[in-house]
């Protein structure tokens, strides 16, 4: 049994040690990924996302006999709550070998026993993530997480859409069209309005989706026509025949519908056949999404595990964590 740095290895077998990952696990971690998912993973992406992330992303492997035979992925994020700073992990691209999925250590899967490794060697005030049902259910069950819940999508089809209105507005478009000061203006505004919500200043906003190599995820924002302030920014990415609302800084009401209508001219423009967000159901955007004729829906799991009470409450966490499709890392 091999011990590496500092994580204890007590619970593991002969011929098993558990790390953060090294350079030269990369080729069997994208393997892995390949065989997990079913599509493929390139080094550039690996780097970017747990080696170029803002707040020191971290991934622990399981090997055996030389291989990696699995990963637990986190990703660190900074958020805000109530005009106070939390520090949190979002759990992602967790994966194990097809035949090192059984209970081999006691009565916990090995994925279970490297998730309490996690929790030891980094502090956070919470854990959260937006798992598979059946990782929703496992860390349910082993990991002492609250029950997941799903969260609040919103659709709209665009077939038969009535004229859109004119808005009295500039629109830019692309990464070029917004300075990252202008990004971190309208993030401090709408950082005085939203209760819970990861820190999108332009740091972040550029990492997670300039920098990102592999999506095509592009930037809209919204000036005024006299001052070219910028009133409202999103971030969009197609698939075939749907436009992704990814993400979307709104420091106004008055300015929902004026996004809305923006974003649904530009689909059409493109010849997308729908529009599809995400946003918790108590927040404003909410109402405007319906009243704009968006369908809300259940969508995939998220769940949280509450390390620091005296901070947040997983009621917090549930009832006004105001996320977007592009906070969880596979959009």
């Not at 997990?36 to 550039?44: D, G, I, T, V």
Request: charged share 25%; glycine share 6%; with cysteine.
């Amino acid at each position: 049994m091999r011990s590496t740095g500092a994580i204890r290895p007590e619970m593991l077998k002969d011929s098993f040690d558990i790390a953060q990952y090294s350079e030269q696990d990369i080729p069997g971690i994208l393997d892995l990924f390949s065989l997990s998912f079913r599509k493929e993973a390139s080094r550039e992406w690996f780097l970017w996302k747990y080696a170029g992330a803002p707040w020191s992303s971290k991934g622990y492997v399981v090997r055996h006999d030389g291989r990696v035979v699995a990963f637990y992925g986190g990703l660190k994020f900074r958020f805000i709550f109530k005009s106070k700073e939390l520090w949190a992990y979002q759990f992602c691209d967790v994966m194990t070998h097809r035949q090192h999925r059984a209970r081999l250590f006691g009565k916990n899967p090995l994925v279970i026993e490297i998730a309490r490794i996690f929790d030891r060697e980094n502090a956070m005030d919470f854990a959260f993530g937006f798992p598979s049902e059946r990782h929703a259910r496992l860390q349910t069950m082993m990991m002492g997480a609250t029950s997941y819940r799903h969260l609040q999508a919103f659709r709209k089809e665009l077939q038969g859409t009535s004229r859109l209105q004119r808005n009295h507005c500039r629109v830019g478009m692309g990464w070029d069209s917004i300075s990252d000061a202008a990004l971190d203006r309208i993030w401090g505004r709408c950082a005085q309005t939203l209760e819970l919500s990861v820190v999108k200043d332009s740091r972040y906003l550029r990492w997670r989706y300039r920098e990102n190599p592999s999506g095509d995820y592009r930037a809209v924002s919204i000036q005024g026509m006299l001052f070219q302030k910028t009133k409202a920014f999103a971030v969009i990415k197609n698939t075939e025949t749907e436009m992704q609302i990814i993400d979307f800084l709104l420091p106004e009401k008055g300015l929902h519908m004026i996004l809305l209508n923006v974003l649904e001219r530009i689909a059409l423009d493109q010849q997308m056949q729908s529009v599809v967000t995400w946003a918790n159901k108590n927040e404003a955007i909410a109402g405007a999404l319906i009243k704009a004729g968006y369908t809300p829906f259940d969508g995939i799991p998220f769940g949280v595990r509450i390390i620091n009470e005296a901070k947040m409450r997983e009621e917090d966490f549930y009832e006004r964590y105001c996320y977007r499709m592009g906070d969880y890392d596979a959009s």
